[in-house]
C-alpha cells in the first residue's frame, strides 16, 4: 500500500535551515508528481510547493518563492523540502503528499518550528 514518512522537521532559529524528506513507497514513484503542503496551528492545510514526475518543473506558494526548494530523488524514492531564511510564520506540521484520480495520501507529517 502507498506509504508517506517525513523526516527532518525540529526546532530552529529564525534565518536557519532545515531539509525535510519524505521516503515514499507503494506505486510508481518516478511516474508521479509530489507535493509538500503545511498546517499552522488551528488553521487549514495549504499547498507549499509540487513538483512532476521528471523533477523538470517546480512551484511554490507565493510565501516561500525564493527560500524553498523542493527536489526528488528518483532512485531513492524520496521527495526533499530544502527551507532557508526560515521564518516564525513558516512554523507548521509538514506533509508530504501523492494524488491518484480517485485517491489522496498523506503522511505522517513532521513539525517545524521557528522561534529564538
Known amino acids: 500500500q502507498v506509504r508517506l514518512v517525513e523526516s527532518g522537521g525540529g526546532l530552529v532559529q529564525p534565518g536557519g535551515s532545515l531539509r525535510l524528506s519524505c521516503a515514499a513507497s507503494?506505486?510508481?514513484?518516478?511516474?508521479?508528481?509530489m507535493s509538500w503542503y503545511r498546517q499552522p496551528p488551528g488553521k487549514e492545510r495549504r499547498l507549499v510547493a509540487a513538483?512532476?514526475?521528471?523533477?523538470?518543473?517546480?512551484s511554490y506558494a507565493d510565501s516561500v518563492k525564493g527560500r524553498f526548494t523542493i527536489s526528488r530523488d528518483n532512485a531513492k524514492n524520496t521527495v526533499y523540502l530544502q527551507m532557508n531564511s526560515l521564518k516564525p510564520e513558516d512554523s507548521a506540521v509538514y506533509y508530504c503528499?501523492?494524488?491518484?484520480?480517485?485517491?489522496?495520501?498523506w503522511g505522517q507529517g513532521t513539525q517545524v518550528t521557528v522561534s529564538s
Open positions: 503528499n501523492y494524488k491518484t484520480w480517485s485517491h489522496i495520501y
Open positions: 507503494g506505486f510508481a514513484f518516478s511516474r508521479s508528481g
Open positions: 513538483i512532476t514526475d521528471t523533477g523538470d518543473i517546480t
